[in-house]
């Protein structure tokens, strides 16, 4: 090589020029540049930043995709966790209760009559429901509901029954839960197997020899049956009495019943969810099923459980793929997981970007053809594909005008399309943000929607306790006026004081009826029979210048709902149909089955359907979602109260069912109740009240915490001739039972201040005498909605219902009403 080179570049077919004329021309201009590399230029300038954003804006879309997965995941994972921890609680609380029988306080000597009525008991409980109950008293079966009723009483190991071989396997290591003592909550199993008593029974019941009792509830993992090979997990929990354990009760959970939980979900097929127990090994799981059960977690899913108790994870699944996913465990220790592969979210994001990079490489290798063919002709075509590109840098909207060469039309085309996607993708961006940020509005609507009806709810419970108090005053003030010698001068003022006392109690019902808290008496309905009785009353509601029509289909299924509420529910409606008519047209009523359409957002089952149809003035649109909402009325002051159709979704939602409004302004409304369907009717009894006198010289303890109320209610008491110890809370009620008065019956009010209210007052005392006769009465309290094993009166009671009231509590005589 030649080292004396020119100190410019020379180009090819061109002389070289002096250095000095050289040094000249570059002094005089800058240095210039060929069409060929200005075009170049200026596709890799335009082109370079779109695809650049496009490639940033395709990462940013796939993270977010991938973030949204992450959340449905846990979601999911929480929500179906939460659905295990259900199935397990439910078993923990029927090993509780069966343990708690007053059949095993004779325990460990049952009779057969003991041991017959606690399997029945037992049966029952796990009606629905897989696996079984054993109740085992060492290296004994007592009974065991795995086999038919009755064939496994007193059976021993050497007999060979089938619930002999139940082997929880209890406490299998430090990750195991364990059901705590009452109230049924969970708590930590030993920690160490060759010190906890319930291992050592485990082992000893699989093997068929002597077990030790288990002195606490345990929560064994999933293993297999002995006698079977079949997997189940079990719960056993200890039968204890005056500090001894004396049996231990073992309810056993199957895989099986979990896979359903999984199975319902319908998750996509490359979805993976696992059910595991405490141990890590797998109970239930999609895909696979049960065929999976018994399996154990890899290692790292087995340190991440140990570490917390919910999290994301990255791992390889039990078919050896990579998976990414979720997993959140109970506070039993059970674990639910989902994942999906990292090639989905991988394969998303490559599936994403290809098209993107594809079409980049292929837009600047269209650019660099164009530049070299437009180098050979003339510059304006440049100078347009610039200013539009300039105009596409800009974000204003592209038109590509004939240049004339048709490259240059191609490359202008294709920034215009460009152009356009750009757009398109702005205007779909918005409106996802737009849909995104009315669906938060609506949740919050909703939230806060909730929040009000719970603190309505709140709001009426104290409003009607207190006003009922009010009443009980006016009302019992009112019957020992009508006892007076100068009752027949006061007939006039009294009636209507106790009318005005019947008022403001219906008055009262109709809040709690609104807030959800009015207690109701269910009843099996015929609505053929029912249905008919009524048509007079709703007759004589809606007037005579309008005309009714009921259709009531033959095959129509009765209801389980409250009589009174199902009559004021129509009568409502007809109320309200009568004034959307102006007291003028027809009205129909008809009920029937419900079909599969009608029972879109409903549990499953049968339901019947009562349509109240009108050809009123209809009801607007922007008012229609509003016509439930309690106090809401479009009637004038004074004209209605708002509480009319919250009453008929009240009823509806409390029974079971939901009401529905259908209208259209111009053309009438229709209001549409379904209630779920009920085959047999309870027997009824006949309605009997005390003989007269029957309570007199009865000593009656009254606690009750209003001093007015209090003193109203022991006199006409006493004006019945009953002697009357009153109180006005639980503690002072205490000390008067205490002090050694003689009490007979105890009439006493629910809510009240201080610790006790009157349903832990009236345990107490049975707990002091059993057998002592007790009668509570509230204006409000749940003792009017949840179950009690005392009589319950409501506020406002009449002196006859108090006194039936202590007559039943006592056993004293009635007489058929």
Not at 283 to 295: L, W
Request: net charge neutral; with cysteine.
């Amino acid at each position: 090589m030649n080292s004396t080179a020119h100190p410019l570049p020379r180009r090819r077919g061109a002389r070289a020029l002096p250095l000095w004329r050289a040094r000249t021309a570059l002094s005089a201009q800058p240095m210039p540049l060929s069409i060929r590399t200005r075009l170049l230029l200026l596709v890799v300038s335009v082109m370079l930043p779109g695809v650049l954003a496009a490639l940033w804006v395709s990462w940013q879309t796939w993270n977010d995709e991938r973030d949204a997965l992450v959340r449905r995941m846990r979601d999911n994972t929480r929500a179906l966790s939460m659905v295990v921890d259900r199935e397990l609680t439910q078993r923990a609380g029927i090993a509780r209760v069966l343990s708690l029988s007053q059949m095993l306080d004779n325990a460990p000597q049952l009779s057969p009559e003991e041991l017959a009525t606690l399997e029945l008991q037992s049966r029952r409980a796990m009606q629905g429901l897989g696996g079984w109950v054993e109740l085992t008293a060492g290296d004994r079966t007592l009974f065991t509901t795995r086999v038919p009723a009755g064939g496994s009483r007193g059976l021993g190991p050497a007999e060979g029954a089938p619930g002999q071989s139940l082997s929880p396997n209890l406490a299998t290591n430090s990750n195991e839960a364990a059901l705590s003592s009452p109230p049924s909550t969970l708590s930590a199993a030993a920690t160490s197997p060759a010190a906890s008593p319930a291992n050592h029974a485990a082992s000893a019941m699989g093997r068929g020899t002597p077990a030790p009792l288990v002195d606490r509830p345990v929560f064994g993992a999933l293993q297999p049956d002995p006698t079977t090979g079949e997997l189940r997990a079990a719960i056993v929990q200890p039968v204890e009495r005056n500090g001894r354990v004396l049996l231990n009760l073992a309810v056993t959970l199957m895989p099986q019943e979990l896979q359903q939980v999984i199975d319902k979900q319908q998750l996509p097929p490359e979805w993976t969810a696992t059910i595991m127990d405490a141990s890590g090994t797998v109970v239930a799981r999609h895909p696979g099923g049960v065929s999976y059960a018994g399996r154990g977690a890899t290692d790292d899913i087995r340190r991440m459980l140990a570490s917390r108790s919910e999290s994301v994870f990255e791992s390889t699944n039990l078919d050896g793929q990579p998976v990414i996913g979720y997993y959140s465990t109970s506070p039993q220790g059970w674990t639910f997981l989902t994942a999906i592969p990292r090639q989905t979210l991988l394969g998303g994001r490559a599936r994403a970007l290809q098209p993107i990079v594809i079409g980049a490489l292929i837009l600047l290798l269209s650019g660099f053809i164009a530049a070299r063919w437009i180098a050979r002709r003339i510059s304006m075509p440049i100078q347009e594909l610039n200013e539009i590109a300039n105009k596409l840098r800009a974000g204003e909207p592209v038109t590509a005008p004939p240049t004339g060469v048709a490259e240059c039309d191609a490359v202008a085309l294709a920034l215009e399309d460009a152009s356009a996607a750009i757009r398109q993708g702005r205007s779909e961006l918005q409106h996802r943000v737009n849909e995104a940020i009315e669906r938060t509005r609506e949740a919050e609507q909703r939230s806060s929607n909730t929040q009000r009806t719970a603190a309505l709810g709140r709001l009426t419970g104290g409003v009607a306790h207190d006003f009922n108090n009010l009443l009980g005053v006016i009302s019992n003030s009112a019957h020992l006026l009508q006892r007076s010698p100068h009752a027949d001068t006061l007939a006039m003022p009294i009636g209507a004081i106790m009318r005005s006392v019947e008022v403001g109690s219906r008055l009262t019902q109709h809040l709690l009826r609104v807030a959800g808290r009015q207690p109701v008496h269910p009843q099996v309905v015929d609505l053929n029979s029912t249905l008919s009785e009524m048509r007079e009353l709703l007759v004589t509601v809606l007037g005579k210048r309008m005309q009714f029509a009921m259709t009531v289909a033959p095959d129509t299924q009765s209801v389980l709902v409250d009589p009174s509420e199902l009559e004021l529910a129509l009568i409502n409606i007809a109320l309200n149909a009568r004034d959307a008519t102006n007291g003028v047209g027809e009205i129909v009523l008809e009920a029937r089955n419900a079909e599969s359409f009608d029972q879109h957002d409903l549990a499953p089952g049968d339901y019947v359907v009562i349509t109240f149809t009108d050809h009123g003035d209809g009801i607007p649109e922007d008012v229609q979602p509003r016509v439930f909402e309690p106090f809401f009325t479009t009637k004038a002051v004074g004209k209605g109260t708002g509480l009319g159709l919250s009453q008929v979704m009240g009823f509806c939602v409390q029974a079971g069912g939901t009401a529905r409004v259908a209208s259209q302004p111009g053309h009438g409304t229709t209001v549409t109740l379904l209630l779920p369907a009920r085959t047999s009717a309870p027997a009824v009894r006949p309605e009997k009240t005390a003989e007269p006198g029957s309570l007199s010289g009865v000593r009656v303890l009254l606690v009750e915490d209003n001093d007015e109320l209090n003193r109203v209610t022991a006199s006409l008491l006493r004006s019945f001739s009953c002697q009357v110890v009153t109180a006005h809370d639980a503690e002072e009620a205490l000390r008067q039972y205490g002090s050694g008065a003689a009490i007979d019956v105890v009439l006493s009010d629910v809510v009240m201040p201080g610790a006790m209210d009157g349903q832990a007052l009236a345990r107490e005392l049975r707990r002091r005498r059993p057998g002592l006769p007790i009668v509570l009465i509230s204006g409000y309290s749940t003792a009017l909605t949840a179950e009690s094993s005392f009589p319950v009166l409501r506020k406002p009671a009449s002196p006859a219902q108090v006194l039936d009231a202590l007559a039943r509590a006592m056993g004293r005589p009635v007489v058929a009403g």
